[in-house]
């Protein structure tokens, strides 16, 4: 069942930096996140509510500064909304369970099976290792 709280629910649950990146859509600066050279075997799950978005197995380098994936977890896991904000044409990847934002989705990864980049926000995720 998909995760439903207030703003006020979602400030008590999340640190600072959490609420900014995942409910109002911020981004971390690059090269700053936790996870962006997390090279453990394990899922990576919703920093909001614990979904298993991505999975070890499709993380690459690209070196654009944030944790980067070449496909989701499951084809139910992301969620993509169509994004014109910042004067730029972009595709939001946001949690299917929650809403929370995670980050963009680009198809110039042209040395990864699927061509895509998922561009995620460390802020947004947490790390289960296997």
């Known amino acids: ?6 703003e006020d629910e979602w400030k008590a649950k999340l640190t600072p930096e959490q609420y900014r990146v995942l409910r109002e859509k911020g981004t971390e600066a690059p090269g700053t996140g936790a996870l962006l050279n997390n090279h453990d075997t394990g899922d990576y799950t919703c920093g909001a509510c614990g979904a298993v978005v991505f999975t070890s197995e499709t993380k690459f380098e690209s ?3 944030w944790p980067s994936f070449y496909n989701v977890a499951n084809t139910e896991a992301v ?3 169509d994004d014109s904000t910042h004067g730029m044409q972009r595709i939001e990847a946001t949690c299917a ?3 929370s934002h995670l980050g963009h989705v680009f198809n110039d990864a042209f040395d990864q099976p699927t061509g895509m980049r998922f ?3 460390s802020a947004s995720l947490d790390f289960s290792k296997k």
């Not at 069942?1 to 207030?6: A, C, D, G, K, S």
Request: aromatic letters at 0%.
């Open 1 to 6: 069942m998909p995760v439903q709280l207030t």
């Open 63 to 65: 070196g654009s500064g």
């Open 79 to 81: 969620k993509l909304i």
């Open 97 to 99: 369970n929650c809403g």
């Open 119 to 121: 561009c995620i926000n």
